[in-house]
């Protein structure tokens, strides 16, 4: 735990080197919530099919998921989403300049007391 999911459309006119991007992000987010970067989980889905806003084909979206165990304060948690956008912003320049892209960021809690780990 921290789990990352970046999840895109697949009309991107950016293709950022994915161990930089999650390195970056992971690296905020350490930075951020003092989190253990050795139990970090990332990983990517990219969507062949989607459709964003009214369907027009320069629509596109970046958006990040990050779950995190309950128990930071709102201001971290908001430390935490502002930068990640951050960092994707810097990811997807292109996207974000020339075509309609979206770039957000949930912070999802899960409460302790709901999380199971095994080895």
């Given amino acids: 735990m921290p789990h990352i999911i970046l999840e895109h459309s697949a009309n991107l006119l950016d293709s950022p080197d994915l161990g930089t991007l999650f390195g970056d992000l992971q690296a905020r987010a350490v930075a951020v919530g003092g989190f253990n970067p050795a139990l970090f989980k990332c990983r990517r889905i990219s969507n062949d099919y989607c459709r964003s806003g009214d369907g027009n084909a320069q629509n596109a979206f970046v958006a990040v998921q990050i779950a995190i165990l309950s128990g930071r304060d709102q201001a971290t948690i908001s430390a935490l989403g502002k930068g990640l956008i951050e960092v994707l912003q810097r990811h997807y320049p292109r996207s974000i300049a020339e075509r309609r892209c979206d ?17």
């Fill in 103 to 119: 770039v957000s960021v949930e912070v999802r809690e899960i409460p302790r007391s709901h999380y199971y780990k095994g080895s």
